[in-house]
């Protein structure tokens, strides 16, 4: 019989996605027939995985992860319901990989919730014939009092799989406690009964200091608390935007403090409102040498050494927000390298037609920036698929050789209005310093990375500095967990079962 454990917080952020990724990792070691799980899921953030029926469809990029942590492939079961937030209160619903329209939140949970809570149930009966275990993630807080009857990732979820349910509380925002308690009271009766035990995330300094207030909420609760996790980012992906600064702010991510500034460089993502895949930048955040910033979208380039335009769930909204901030005039002066991706790559053409397909525009053809002789056509069907592709790079990858491997998430069907180069074959283009691609994930390629930053460091007038050795995200997840609670698999009873 299969064993279902569901990862619940108190709220959002609080590493449910590292917890389950830990969990399905150190299950893998072990021999456990694993894979992940999460009923409904709010992201933008998008992974390419195969369907019932052997095609391509969308799932959210935490699943994705986590298959990969549990070293199975990923599959549209892993995230049956999915909602790509477009802006304006509505989102793209996604149904078993595939997108069937765009629903407010009033109109889906009224007239969509049934059909998408049928989705789960049946993903989830097909995952569970074919594994041991199943590590479910939840969706920010399980106690939701006003969302008591329609909470899909976490109560139905919880009851349509008979789940134990592993109960996060964040200690870095502070009142754990009183968060823990308060999500233990407002639980319904069914569902508390199902908490096995909770663990306190996040944790800065020395643990000796919790021991009274673990013992006191212990006692108040009868919940015991399975350990303590020290904060630590494995360097697994990103599933939503709360990681991201908030508008108008500048964060900046990777080789901040350790490289001096004449041995790094400094790589410029404009914060769109919408942005969409951003996870897409975290391999390079996590080179040697390299600092990713996050940047408004009225900041002065004079300090990055290049850019990367990101996707965006609404491209043509974010274009137009780009324009009113004066960022397209001053990325037309940058002198560095830039690079497209997906909504990006639109951007830097010559025009958007067709518009109205996507945007809440009153026009139905956009200028571009105009960095790229494309013009994109936005049409109805989406084309969701893995790609791999042959590199015959120009001035920005110059030197990289071989194939790269990605994804591609898009509506619009981009052209060239005169010859112009392919480095990354069908669905690139590139002028000198400027690239343009729908393909997602193309800087986990090394040799894509490798060649891009070195181009950006040529361009910067700087050292490469000496590679480093990286380690895996989804073992240093799984090491977080097996080093802080290393009975966390034996208490939850999780375990090799016979599936005669």
Not at 353 to 376: F, K, Q, R, Y
Request: some cysteine; glycine content about 10%.
């Amino acid at each position: 019989m299969t064993k279902t454990v569901l990862v619940a917080g108190t709220e959002s952020h609080v590493g449910k996605s590292t917890v389950a990724a830990g969990l399905c990792r150190l299950l893998a070691r072990r021999g456990v027939s694993v894979a992940p799980f999460k009923a409904q899921n709010m992201s933008n953030n998008a992974r390419v995985a195969v369907d019932p029926n052997g095609e391509w469809g969308e799932i959210g990029i935490s699943q994705y992860v986590q298959a990969r942590a549990a070293r199975i492939p990923a599959t549209t079961d892993m995230n049956p319901v999915l909602l790509k937030p477009r802006g304006d209160g509505e989102s793209q619903l996604v149904l078993h990989g595939r997108a069937v329209e765009n629903v407010a939140a009033g109109s889906y949970y009224e007239s969509q919730w049934e059909r998408a809570r049928r989705a789960a149930i049946e993903s989830y009966e097909r995952l569970a014939n074919h594994y041991d275990v199943i590590v479910a993630e939840g969706a920010g807080s399980i106690a939701e009092i006003n969302l008591r009857h329609r909470d899909l990732a976490n109560l139905e979820m919880a009851r349509f799989a008979d789940a134990s349910i592993l109960l996060l509380v964040n200690i870095e925002r502070g009142g754990a406690f009183a968060s823990l308690y308060g999500t233990l009271e407002l639980v319904p009766d069914d569902v508390r009964d199902r908490i096995r035990g909770a663990i306190i995330t996040k944790f800065r300094g020395d643990e000796t200091l919790l021991a009274s207030g673990i013992e006191a909420i212990e006692d108040r609760t009868g919940v015991p608390i399975l350990g303590v996790l020290p904060y630590d980012d494995p360097g697994l992906p990103a599933e939503d935007s709360v990681s991201l600064p908030q508008m108008g702010d500048t964060a900046i991510l990777g080789d901040d403090d350790t490289v001096p500034d004449r041995r790094s460089i400094t790589i410029g993502v404009p914060r769109l409102p919408r942005i969409s895949n951003f996870t897409d930048l975290e391999p390079l955040a996590n080179e040697p040498g390299v600092r990713v910033a996050y940047l408004p979208l009225k900041s002065d380039l004079d300090w990055v050494d290049a850019v990367v335009l990101p996707g965006s769930k609404n491209t043509v909204d974010d274009l137009l927000a780009l324009r009113n901030a004066g960022f397209d005039t001053r990325l037309t002066d940058f002198s560095g390298p830039i690079v497209g991706l997906c909504g990006g790559f639109q951007m830097l053409g010559e025009r958007i037609t067709n518009a109205s397909i996507e945007s809440t525009a009153d026009h139905d053809v956009v200028a571009g920036i105009g960095l790229l002789p494309v013009e994109t056509r936005f049409l109805a069907e989406k084309r969701v698929e893995r790609v791999t592709r042959t590199l015959d790079p120009g001035e920005v990858l110059s030197g990289a050789r071989g194939v790269v491997h990605g994804y591609e998430i898009h509506m619009g069907q981009t052209t060239p209005t005169q010859p112009i180069e392919r480095p990354i074959g069908e669905g690139s283009a590139a002028v000198n310093r400027v690239l343009g691609t729908y393909l997602h994930g193309l800087f986990e390629n090394k040799n894509v990375r490798t060649a891009f930053t070195e181009a950006v460091f040529r361009s910067a007038g700087k050292s490469y500095p000496k590679e480093t050795v990286s380690r895996s995200p989804y073992d240093g997840a799984a090491n977080l967990l097996a080093k802080n609670i290393p009975d966390i698999c034996t208490y939850l009873d999780l375990q090799r079962n016979s599936r005669n």
